[in-house]
């Protein structure tokens, strides 16, 4: 019996208008643990694939009647042959079209304000790997901050705004998902920016972005802020004096782990200082727009991931210690399994490894895991 798919973009899309979702994932139930889809719509049923082989009796009872099914699962076959044996029994099962493959690579992009200057800043939303980029647009011309490596999304839309990328920046090395930095500048004519400290062992020219420097666009400034922690060469950006991108030193749930380079000892104190010192010195009202996110659930009602500075440091756990040997220890004692791949991709956005599409594909699959739990 065939049964109608929806293409994992559609299904973000249906998340982020928080409309009702019922998922079964029919991966295991390790797999459905460590990486899933969230939302405060969403309504999850796990049942692994293998225990409906022969019966899908414990999904019908599991999951709502006359409401639509969403199966999803690692690639997709699994999930179109459990949805044609639900839609067997009546059920209006739908398959999500290459399973949770495909919604790692889903990227939305939404508005998050007018800048001053007639401008405005867009937010891109990925949500399978809870990663964030930013462009800043400014008359003819647009700033690209920390991209992915779907970078024709980006030029779609400086297409669609009649603009030009000039610059694409980088707030640190990443380690948890590709850049698309370099591709895009090159693709563009635009100049890429790394901060030096994290440059060592590149193996391409970039132009060093660093405290105070400021790039600007018809009047709209983006700020260089020296934020170390996360990586030695972590740099934060403030635009339009209004907005601080934080990149994955600050998160709105968490903050950012200092170990992915090996040098969680080494760099916990970088992270206190910039949190508790550089950060807590900046105007309150300065709104977060960070790297990452962990869960949708994060996300406003217009779809950002935002929040004021001041607001954080009142509810924002990591922003409550400021003891420095207590900071220490809840970092080091509450660092999460690293991101899948992490080494193979930092020498990847070094420049030292070129990795297929198929590859980069399986190296950014699962979870960014760059947060302290």
């Known amino acids: 019996m065939s049964v109608s798919s929806i293409k994992p973009m559609e299904l ?6 928080q409309e009702s979702i019922i998922l079964l994932d029919v991966r ?6 460590d990486w899933n889809i969230k939302g405060s719509s969403v309504k999850t049923v796990n049942i692994p694939y293998f225990d409906l082989l022969d019966d899908v009796t414990p999904a019908l009872e599991q999951l709502p009647k006359n409401e639509a099914v969403y199966v999803i699962c690692a690639k997709e076959p699994s999930s179109i042959m459990v949805a044609e044996a639900l839609a067997e029994e009546g059920v209006n099962a739908i398959y999500v079209e290459n399973g949770m493959r495909g919604w790692s690579e889903v990227l939305l992009p939404i508005k998050v304000a007018d800048l001053s200057k007639e ?3 867009i937010q891109f939303v990925r949500p399978g790997k809870g990663c964030l980029s930013y462009m800043v647009v400014q008359g003819e ?3 690209v901050i920390d991209a992915s490596r779907f970078t024709d999304v980006y030029k779609r839309i400086a297409k669609e705004k009649g603009v030009t990328i000039k610059h694409v920046m980088d707030t640190h090395l990443h380690a948890d998902h590709l850049s698309g930095g370099r591709v895009l500048a090159e693709a563009t004519g635009g100049t890429y920016y790394l901060p030096p400290k994290d440059a ?9 972005v660093e405290e105070g420097d400021v790039l600007e666009l018809n009047g709209v400034k983006v700020e260089a802020l020296y934020s ?4 030695i060469g972590s740099t934060s950006f403030i635009v339009d004096e209004t907005y601080l991108l934080t990149g994955d030193i600050l998160f709105i749930e968490s903050i950012g782990r200092p170990d992915l380079a090996g040098m969680a000892e080494d760099w916990v104190g970088d992270l ?11 105007p309150g009202t300065l709104e977060v727009l960070p790297a990452h996110f962990s869960s949708l659930t994060e996300q406003n009602t217009d779809g950002t ?10 509810m924002n756990a990591g922003l409550q210690v400021e003891n420095e040997d207590d900071f220490r220890k809840m970092v080091t004692e509450n660092l999460p399994s690293h991101p899948n791949d992490y080494e193979r991709i930092r020498q990847t956005n070094m420049g030292k490894e070129n990795p297929s599409q198929d590859e980069k594909t399986d190296m950014e699959t699962g979870p960014n895991n760059c947060a302290v739990s």
Do not use: F, W
């Open 12 to 17: 973000a899309e249906k998340i982020l208008k």
């Open 28 to 33: 295991s139930k390790e797999a459905h643990t």
């Open 119 to 121: 401008g405005e800043l």
């Open 141 to 143: 011309e647009a700033i």
């Open 200 to 208: 060592g062992e590149v193996t391409y020219d970039y132009e060093p």
């Open 228 to 231: 170390p922690g996360h990586t």
């Open 272 to 282: 206190s200082d910039t949190l508790y010192r550089k950060y807590k010195s900046l």
């Open 305 to 314: 991931v935002r929040e004021q500075l001041g607001n954080l440091y009142k």
